[in-house]
């Protein structure tokens, strides 16, 4: 079954998630063969001063790619996340993709990834500025975000309503707070209010296993599409869990 992001349709539901050192153009390629129906680049900083390192040129480049090509771009500045938006649209990308999940202190500490999560006036501008930049060329952003920042500060819900209103064309969730970082389990509840509260498209993420698993989990949620991180290694096969959600 396929998903419509603004005018681009995905072949499936099955997606694979950004992970920064492992999603590079020959493994998403590598995942698209298998059957992933989608896969997003590894993050590409908005810090401008490293655009021309290797790690960085690397990541914007796309040669060979399938289409759609899908860049997640990360930072903490509304003017230069749209001056991303803008290179990597000018180097290929298709949709651009807003970070707002990862974890990681690096990208945390200069209040990036899901610390955005905490600041709600900060992250909406950035994707007022970012969904603006992008639509001079008619293409679509999305953005991925975790549960909330803390136990008691879940608030995917309000963001997504405020995401929705912004432009953003559709919103993937890890079932994960910032603070819990990658412990735990991944809860689905929280997923399955964001997509009650909206209208696009609403990506599961967190913990999906298995084919199995992904089957409850879109259950659980009512979400549209799954996607696969870690458990997207050496031995993915999204064909095999394509057949088994045939007709399901
Ligand atoms: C090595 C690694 C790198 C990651 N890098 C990113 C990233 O660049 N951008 C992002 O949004 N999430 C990143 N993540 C988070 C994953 O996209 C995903 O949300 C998380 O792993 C939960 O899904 P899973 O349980 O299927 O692995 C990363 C995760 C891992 C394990």
Same mark, same amino acid.
């Given at each position: 079954?396929?998903?419509?992001?603004?005018?681009?349709?995905?072949?499936?539901?099955?997606?694979?998630?950004?992970?920064?050192?492992?999603?590079?153009?020959?493994?998403?390629?590598?995942?698209?063969?298998?059957?992933?129906?989608?896969?997003?680049?590894?993050?590409?900083?908005?810090?401008?001063?490293?655009?021309?390192?290797?790690?960085?040129?690397?990541?914007?480049?796309?040669?060979?790619?399938?289409?759609?090509?899908?860049?997640?771009?990360?930072?903490?500045?509304?003017?230069?996340?749209?001056?991303?938006?803008?290179?990597?649209?000018?180097?290929?990308?298709?949709?651009?993709?807003?970070?707002?999940?990862?974890?990681?202190?690096?990208?945390?500490?200069?209040?990036?990834?899901?610390?955005?999560?905490?600041?709600?006036?900060?992250?909406?501008?950035?994707?007022?500025?970012?969904?603006?930049?992008?639509?001079?060329?008619?293409?679509? %952003?999305?953005?991925?975000?975790?549960?909330?920042?803390?136990?008691?500060?879940?608030?995917? %819900?309000?963001?997504?309503?405020?995401?929705?209103?912004?432009?953003?064309?559709?919103?993937?969730?890890?079932?994960?707070?910032?603070?819990?970082?990658?412990?735990?389990?991944?809860?689905?509840?929280?997923?399955?209010? %964001?997509?009650?509260?909206?209208?696009?498209?609403?990506?599961?993420?967190?913990?999906?296993? =298995?084919?199995?698993?992904?089957?409850?989990?879109?259950?659980?949620?009512?979400?549209?599409?799954?996607?696969?991180?870690?458990?997207?290694?050496? =031995?993915?096969?999204?064909?095999?869990?394509?057949?088994?959600?045939?007709?399901?």
């Amino acid at each position: 079954m396929t998903l419509q992001i603004g005018n681009i349709t995905l072949e499936n539901r099955l997606f694979v998630a950004p992970m920064a050192g492992v999603t590079d153009r020959p493994f998403r390629m590598l995942c698209r063969q298998l059957g992933a129906g989608y896969a997003v680049s590894e993050m590409v900083t908005s810090r401008k001063e490293l655009w021309g390192s290797l790690k960085t040129s690397r990541r914007a480049d796309h040669a060979g790619e399938p289409g759609p090509i899908s860049v997640q771009i990360a930072g903490t500045d509304a003017a230069m996340m749209a001056e991303a938006a803008q290179y990597n649209i000018d180097r290929g990308a298709q949709i651009i993709d807003i970070n707002m999940g990862c974890p990681a202190k690096k990208v945390c500490n200069k209040w990036a990834g899901s610390a955005l999560m905490r600041d709600e006036p900060l992250a909406l501008q950035i994707v007022e500025a970012v969904v603006a930049a992008a639509a001079q060329h008619g293409v679509p %952003v999305t953005l991925k975000m975790r549960t909330g920042w803390s136990d008691d500060r879940r608030n995917a %819900v309000k963001l997504a309503r405020d995401f929705e209103a912004a432009g953003v064309q559709m919103l993937t969730v890890h079932g994960r707070t910032r603070e819990q970082g990658y412990k735990g389990a991944a809860e689905y509840d929280t997923i399955a209010a %964001v997509k009650a509260a909206v209208r696009v498209p609403v990506v599961a993420n967190g913990d999906v296993t =298995s084919p199995e698993k992904a089957r409850d989990v879109l259950a659980a949620t009512g979400a549209d599409a799954v996607m696969i991180g870690r458990r997207a290694g050496p =031995s993915v096969d999204f064909s095999r869990d394509r057949a088994f959600f045939k007709d399901r």
